[in-house]
Structures are given as C-alpha cells and as structure tokens.
C-alpha cells in the first residue's frame, strides 16, 4: 500500500477556504485516493474519494493531478465544526484500509 | 441499511485481566472487518482484518487476538491485558468489493 504524507495539523478561519495536500509518491495503478474525518472519540467517516481529475460532493472537492503523485483535499467555508483530524488514504480499496496519523485541522472563530 | 455495532463504549480493567471487546455488522454479507487502536492523540494503527470466518490477518505483534466465529462478527480479545493496552479500539468493515470502511463508536479501554 501507498505510503502517504500530509501535513501534521493546520489551523483556519470560519467561513474561510481550506486546501490539506497529500503527498503519495509511489500509489499504484489500481489506487484510489480516499479521505476520511474523525471527530475526537468517534470513528473516522469517509468525505470523499477520487481515481484522477477532480471530484466534488456535498462536503468537500478532491483535486488530483495528472500524475497522481499527489492530492488536494479542498473544504470550502469552513465552519468550527469542520474541526477534526483529516486522513488521506491510498489503496486499492475496500481492503486493509491503513490510516495515518492524518491532519489536524483547527478552525477558529 | 447496514449498521455495525461495537461494545462496551468504556472499559476499565486491570493489569493482567481478560479482554473481550465483539463487533457485529447488520445488512450485509461477506463483509471485510477491522479492528484498529488509536492512542491519545495518535493515528489509527490497523491491528486486524478478515475477508471471512476463521480468516484473520495480524498486522503487528502484539498481546492481542482476533476471532471471527461468524461472518458478521468479529471478536477482540486478550488473555492478559498490559497497561500499553490502554486506547481507543475501532471495528469496522468495507464491502468486499467496495471502497469505504464503516466504523463503530469505538471502545475506549483503560487499562489500570
């Protein structure tokens, strides 16, 4: 499975845009780009998943670049209860899904 | 719709106990189960999976066992806990073919 690298915490403002990048360098052919948001003592929920290009839900936009290599995570207007902890995921899917240790996000008022 | 079921929400117990946390999903079949563990303010570290009964997959050494006696259940268990066993346990399961992992509530276990 992908290793993959993201920033360790960011902070924001409400209403503001947030872009959290992941980095996976070596992802293979057959994997897909998935983010998943956990809330203090809760499970992670799944946001959003991507193969390449751009892909857009009701929560959030996920930007992939041509090669791959890399991925955005886009929040738009982030409200203080988008505070979390983020995690990138690279895998065929569906299968030993590995977590990170994810990106904290901090949204202040 | 399907539901996954983790119990108990919180544990105390102490050092050298027993361990037994059960995991159940509702409205699915054959799927895969998890079991991870996150410590304070750490990552979630994949502690077991399963693609079906009596298959289980260990991804670190460690005091602890898992046991899937049906195909929707999935058991964590412990002979002897240690205090590193201490942390917050997750189930979940994804659909064979699917790509997004349910999760319970978890189990946050104090090991005293």
């Known amino acids: 499975l992908a290793k993959t690298t993201q920033p360790i915490s960011m902070d924001s403002y409400e209403g503001q845009e947030v872009n959290i990048t992941c980095s996976h360098n070596?992802?293979?052919?057959?994997?897909?780009i998935t983010w998943y948001q956990q809330f203090p003592s809760q499970g992670p929920r799944f946001i959003i998943q991507?193969?390449?290009t751009k892909v857009t839900n009701e929560v959030a936009s996920l930007f992939i670049p041509a090669d791959r290599k890399s991925s955005t995570l886009s929040l738009p207007r982030v409200s203080l209860s988008d505070t979390a902890v983020y995690y990138c995921?690279?895998?065929?899917?569906?299968?030993?899904?590995?977590f990170g240790a994810g990106t904290r996000l901090f949204v202040k008022a | 719709s399907q539901t996954i079921h983790q119990w108990p929400a919180t544990l105390v117990q102490p050092v050298g106990s027993p361990l037994s946390l059960e995991c159940t999903v509702e409205?699915?079949?054959?799927?895969?189960l998890y079991w991870y563990r996150q410590a304070a303010g750490r990552g979630l570290q994949l502690l077991f999976y399963?693609?079906?009964?009596?298959?289980i997959s260990s991804e670190v050494p460690q005091n602890l066992s898992a046991s899937r006696p049906q195909d929707r259940q999935f058991i964590l268990s412990s002979k002897k806990l240690l205090l590193s066993d201490s942390g917050f346990y997750l189930c979940?399961?994804?659909?064979?073919?699917?790509?997004?992992?349910?999760f319970g509530q978890g189990t946050r276990l104090t090991v005293v």
């Open positions: 979940a399961w994804s659909d064979r073919e699917g790509d997004e992992a349910f």
């Open positions: 070596n992802i293979a052919t057959n994997d897909y």
């Open positions: 991507g193969y390449k």
């Open positions: 995921l690279v895998g065929p899917g569906g299968f030993k899904t590995i």
């Open positions: 409205g699915t079949s054959n799927p895969n």
């Open positions: 399963s693609v079906g009964i009596g298959q």
